[in-house]
Structure formats: C-alpha cells, structure tokens
C-alpha cells in the first residue's frame, strides 16, 4: 500500500525540456489541468500530497520520479542522465528527508533515470538505457541489495522506441507485468504473468497501480480491455501534453 506521493507541477517553460517529438509543443495550461487531474486521481487512491513548486531552472522537473528511487526504508538519490536535469536532484534532498532516516546517492560516473528502475514488489528491474549506465546501475543495485532487495539489469541501449525502461513496462498485482510486445520475451520477465501491450498502443506500457486501481492513459482501448478482462479496476486519464515530452503517469509522482 502506497500512503503517500510527492508531485511537481510544470513549469510555464515545460516545453523547453527534452523531448524526442517533433510535432505540437505542449501547451502548458493544458498540461497543468492535466496534472492537477493526475493529482486528484492520487488523491482518490487513498494518498496524502506533497505539492512542490514549479521550477524553471529545470523544465524537466515534472518528472520528478527521475530522480530518486524510493524502498521502504531507503530514499536513493539519483544522478540523472541527461545534464540539463542534473540539478534536479538537489531540489528534491530536503522533501525526502522529511519521509526517510536513510538517504543514499548515486555518484559519478554513475548516471541513473528513476524511469529506468521498475520495483516489482521485493525486485527491481534495472533499466540499462540511453540515461542509465552501468556503473549507476551497479551502484543502485548495491543499495537495493543493503535495503533486501534484488534487482535485475534490463538493457535497453539498442532500443530506439523507448526512452526510459518504464515507458515499456510496468509491475501490476500480484505478480503481473504490463510490457510492451517488443520487449515482451525477455527473459528478465519470465515467471511473470504479462500483460502484452501491442505496438500501436506502446505508450500506454506506462500506466501505474496504486492501492488497488490502475492508471491508464486515455486513448489506448486495447490495454484497458485486457487489464478489465484480468479483473482490474482502471481509470483513464490524459496526460497527452505530457506524452509530448516522453513523459508520462509513472514520471509525474513519487509514490511511497
Ligand atoms: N522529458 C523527459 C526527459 O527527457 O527526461
């Protein structure tokens, strides 16, 4: 059970931070109702808040998930991949000291993205990715292993569909994976019960379970059938403006 989560809203500049798209910037009053939506769903699942304030200095903030990664005890402090969002991470030190005794920190030349880390009940997925490097990761997977957990490296360097690991995967249940189909096979996953997501409906791997009800994005009905038909209650909420800047539900929080 989650009690708790720590959100971000954008700032008026969000759409000056790093994106893949090519199309339509976000619109930034679009994106703020869209996220005080994803607020208010949080909300609804039963957890308390902790608003912080917008911060220009870093467009990329929103996702706040990126830089840390949350266990029971321990609050590891990420040191993000990409440069512009390194200084992300102060900015998030003294919130978390508000919530955990333990605070660890991932150091150079490690890099790690929390888009990359996919806590599956007591494991962890480790994504090796474009922002998450080896050393981060064997950094992070030492903390882990110090808090009782074991992790696993998925390495996504050759893959040009995804950003960060999460944005294809997602721990549901009991013992469930939502994946998207073309990392489906990976023998990381096997023992899992998946949940396939087809490639037109790739974006949606990204959806997240809280207390019980899954996060989805609007707009992928093929992923809603198929968690429906395994028996789970989901709500569906747009977060199109943030899809612009390959962000998406699990990114907007920090849930524990
Ligand atoms: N826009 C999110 C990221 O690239 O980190």
Do not use: W
């Amino acid at each position: 059970m989650f009690t708790r989560a720590i959100v971000r809203p954008p700032s008026q500049n969000f759409a000056d931070g790093l994106t893949t798209h090519k199309g339509q910037p976000p619109n930034h009053k679009k994106a703020q109702e869209q996220h005080e939506s994803y607020c208010q769903a949080l909300a609804k699942c039963g957890l308390t808040l902790t608003h912080l304030a917008p911060d220009e200095a870093h467009p990329d903030s929103t996702f706040v998930e990126d830089v840390a990664v949350l266990t029971k005890n321990t609050a590891i402090l990420t040191r993000p991949g990409a440069k512009s969002r390194e200084g992300e991470v102060a900015n998030i030190r003294d919130p978390l000291k508000t919530f955990f005794k333990s605070i660890q920190e991932i150091q150079s030349p490690g890099t790690v993205d929390g888009g990359d880390i996919c806590e599956a009940a007591n494991h962890y997925f480790i994504g090796l990715s474009q922002r998450t490097n080896e050393e981060g990761a064997k950094q992070l997977a030492i903390f882990l292993a110090q808090s009782g957990h074991t992790s696993t490296l998925v390495d996504i360097r050759a893959m040009k569909t995804i950003l960060h690991l999460k944005s294809g995967i997602a721990a549901i249940g009991e013992h469930q994976l939502v994946v998207m189909e073309e990392m489906a096979d990976r023998p990381q996953f096997r023992g899992y019960e998946i949940i396939r997501v087809p490639p037109e409906e790739t974006y949606a791997a990204n959806c997240i379970e809280v207390n019980g009800q899954v996060l989805i994005a609007t707009g992928f009905p093929k992923l809603a059938a198929a968690l429906a038909n395994q028996g789970f209650q989901y709500r569906p909420l747009e977060v199109s403006e943030f899809q612009k800047m390959d962000g998406g539900l699990s990114c907007l929080s920090l849930r524990f």
